[in-house]
Nanobody, 124 residues
Framework: VQLQASGGGLVQAGDSLRLSCAAS????????MGWFRQAPGQEREFIAG????????RYSDSVKGRFTISRDNVKNTVYLQMSSLKPEDTAVYYC??????????????????WGQGTLVTVSS
């Protein structure tokens, strides 16, 4: 599967932004889909994931309650809706896919496929 992330940009603290991850090659429902981010000078971190069943999500503590991951099977696209953005959310955001069987499990590591990243900058 090939992944292409988009939707990043410069916003102010408190704003909302939606990132998109368009997939080609296979359907997103065949994978656990995740969003990661990497801030300058920091390691890449898992922030959100969606199970193959579509019925389970998982979020890091840093974004829980503010970010929502979802997918559109028709458009073969995964989204990350971000609200109440903070300057510390500034990072390059990556979408990723992990091959697995149909389940409700969301893993935070060992993703197989990655998009190219999209930059989100939140000004104070």
């Amino acid at each position: 599967v090939q992944l292409q992330a988009s939707g990043g940009g410069l916003v102010q603290a408190g704003d909302s932004l939606r990132l998109s991850c368009a997939a080609s090659g296979r359907t997103v429902s065949s994978y656990i889909m995740g969003w990661f981010r990497q801030a300058p000078g920091q390691e890449r971190e898992f922030i959100a994931g969606l199970s193959t069943s579509g019925g389970s999500t998982r979020y890091s503590d840093s974004v829980k309650g503010r970010f929502t991951i979802s997918r559109d099977n028709v458009k073969n696209t995964v989204y990350l809706q971000m609200s109440s953005l903070k300057p510390e959310d500034t990072a390059v955001y990556y979408c990723a896919a992990r091959g697995t069987s149909y389940s409700s499990t969301v893993y935070t590591v060992n993703y197989d496929y990655w998009g190219q990243g999209t930059l989100v900058t939140v000004s104070s």
